[in-house]
C-alpha cells in the first residue's frame, strides 16, 4: 500500500510539471502608434501576444513617468504622457498559467502641447465641435487631412487648455473646398478664461479670411459679464487677392501667436503678416482656454499638420518635421 501511495505521488508531481513545462508566452510586440508624443498626450498601447492558453492569462501595465489609465487585466491600456518633456518607459508583463514575459517601450515627450496630421481619427485627442461635422480623407493633406463642414453660422472645432498660460502658439496647414458666399469667413481662433472673475475681458482673438473675395481681418472679442454685451473689435484689415482668395484645395500654412508681451501675431506661409500690440492694453493676464477653427454655414476646409506650443516657440508658417 504505501509504495502505491508513493507512486501516485509521483504520477501527480510528473502531471503538474508537464502542465507548467506547456506553459508558454511569447510576446509579439508592444504596439504604441509611434515613440513621440506630446505632453499629456493620451496614447493607446497593446500587446499582442503566443500563448498556450489564451484562457488562462493576465496581463500588468507600468510605467515610469504618465499613468495608465485604464483598469489592469486587458491586452490594451492607455497611457496618459506627463506634463514635462523626456524620456520615459512603459511595459507589459503578460502571465500564463506559470510563465511570463515582460516587453518594455520608450516613449519620448517632445516638449509641445498638441500635434496631429490627422492620418486616422487620433485617439481621445480632446477635439471638440459645435455646428460641425468632422469627417477624415485619406487623399488630402499630407497623408490624409480632417475635413470639417459648418453646419451653421460660426461652427467651431477646438480644444480645451485648462488654462494655458501665454506665449502660445498654433499653426496649420488647411485648404478651403467650399465658400458659397462673399461674407462666408474660415478662422483661426484662440480663447481666453475669465480672469479672476473680472467683469470685462477678452473672450477670444482671431485671424479671419473670406475665400471667396481675399478679405482678412484680425480681431478681439470683450465680453461684460455685468451687462451681458460683447463686442467685436477689429485690429486690422484688408484685402489680399493674391494670399487669401483660396483655390478649390489648395493647402495654404497660418499661424496665430500671442507671445510673452501679449502681442498678436499672424505668420503665412513662412513670412510675417501681421502683429498687433493692442492686447497688451485691454488687460493684463491672458490664460488660453481653447483654440482651433471656426467656419461660417456650409463653408468646407481641409485641416492638417496641426501644432500648438506653450513653451516660447512663435510658429512661423514654415514647414515642420516632428
Same mark, same amino acid.
Given at each position: 500500500m504505501? #509504495?502505491?501511495?508513493?507512486?501516485?505521488?509521483?504520477?501527480?508531481?510528473?502531471?503538474?510539471?508537464?502542465?507548467? /513545462?506547456?506553459?508558454?508566452?511569447?510576446?509579439?510586440?508592444?504596439?504604441?502608434?509611434?515613440?513621440?508624443? &506630446?505632453?499629456? /498626450?493620451? =496614447?493607446?498601447?497593446?500587446?499582442s501576444a503566443e500563448l498556450s492558453d489564451d484562457t488562462d492569462v493576465s496581463y500588468e501595465w507600468g510605467c515610469d513617468g504618465g499613468s495608465m489609465t485604464n483598469p489592469q487585466g486587458l491586452f490594451e491600456n492607455v497611457w496618459k504622457a506627463p506634463n514635462e518633456a523626456g524620456t520615459y *518607459?512603459?511595459?507589459?508583463?503578460?502571465?500564463?498559467?506559470?510563465?511570463?514575459?515582460?516587453? +518594455? $517601450?520608450?516613449?519620448?515627450?517632445? %516638449?509641445?502641447?498638441?500635434?496631429?496630421?490627422?492620418?486616422?481619427?487620433?485617439? !481621445?485627442?480632446?477635439?471638440?465641435?459645435?455646428?460641425?461635422?468632422?469627417?477624415? /480623407?485619406? !487623399?488630402?493633406?499630407?497623408?490624409?487631412a480632417v475635413k470639417l463642414t459648418s453646419t451653421k453660422a460660426d461652427g467651431r472645432f477646438a480644444r480645451s487648455w485648462n488654462n494655458v498660460s501665454?506665449?502660445? $502658439?498654433?499653426? =496649420? %496647414?488647411?485648404?478651403? !473646398?467650399? &465658400?458659397? $458666399?462673399?461674407?462666408?469667413?474660415?478662422?483661426? +481662433?484662440? *480663447?481666453?478664461?475669465?480672469?479672476?472673475?473680472?467683469?470685462?475681458y477678452v473672450t477670444k482673438a482671431c485671424f479671419t479670411t473670406y475665400p471667396k473675395t481675399g478679405v482678412w481681418k484680425a480681431t478681439y472679442t470683450t465680453t461684460n459679464v455685468t451687462t451681458g454685451e460683447?463686442?467685436?473689435?477689429?485690429? /486690422?484689415?484688408?484685402? %489680399?487677392?493674391?494670399?487669401?482668395?483660396? #483655390?478649390?484645395?489648395?493647402f495654404k500654412t497660418i499661424a496665430v501667436s500671442i507671445d510673452a508681451n501679449k502681442k498678436f501675431i499672424v505668420y503665412y506661409d513662412g513670412k510675417k503678416y501681421f502683429e498687433s500690440s493692442v492686447l497688451s492694453g485691454v488687460q493684463d493676464q491672458y490664460y488660453v482656454s481653447r483654440s482651433g477653427f471656426g467656419? %461660417?454655414?456650409?463653408? =468646407?476646409?481641409?485641416?492638417?499638420?496641426?501644432?500648438?506650443?506653450? !513653451?516660447?516657440?512663435?510658429?512661423?508658417?514654415?514647414? +515642420?518635421?516632428?
Open positions: 504505501k #509504495k502505491l501511495v508513493f507512486n501516485i505521488a509521483i504520477l501527480i508531481c510528473v502531471i503538474f510539471t508537464s502542465c507548467s /513545462d506547456d506553459d508558454s508566452v511569447n510576446i509579439v510586440s508592444l504596439n504604441t502608434f509611434g515613440t513621440k508624443f &506630446c505632453r499629456n /498626450d493620451v =496614447v493607446k498601447v497593446f500587446v *518607459e512603459i511595459w507589459c508583463t503578460v502571465k500564463c498559467g506559470g510563465k511570463k514575459e515582460t516587453r +518594455r $517601450s520608450k516613449m519620448t515627450v517632445l %516638449d509641445e502641447l498638441f500635434y496631429s496630421n490627422f492620418e486616422t481619427p487620433y485617439y !481621445n485627442e480632446g477635439w471638440s465641435n459645435a455646428s460641425m461635422t468632422v469627417a477624415f /480623407d485619406a !487623399n488630402k493633406g499630407t497623408n490624409g501665454v506665449p502660445f $502658439s498654433t499653426q =496649420v %496647414d488647411y485648404a478651403v !473646398n467650399a &465658400c458659397p $458666399s462673399d461674407n462666408n469667413f474660415a478662422e483661426i +481662433r484662440i *480663447e481666453f478664461a475669465r480672469i479672476n472673475s473680472a467683469t470685462f460683447t463686442e467685436d473689435i477689429t485690429i /486690422d484689415e484688408g484685402t %489680399d487677392t493674391a494670399n487669401f482668395k483660396f #483655390k478649390k484645395d489648395a467656419l %461660417d454655414n456650409k463653408v =468646407v476646409i481641409f485641416a492638417d499638420n496641426l501644432f500648438v506650443f506653450d !513653451n516660447g516657440t512663435i510658429c512661423t508658417a514654415e514647414p +515642420r518635421e516632428r
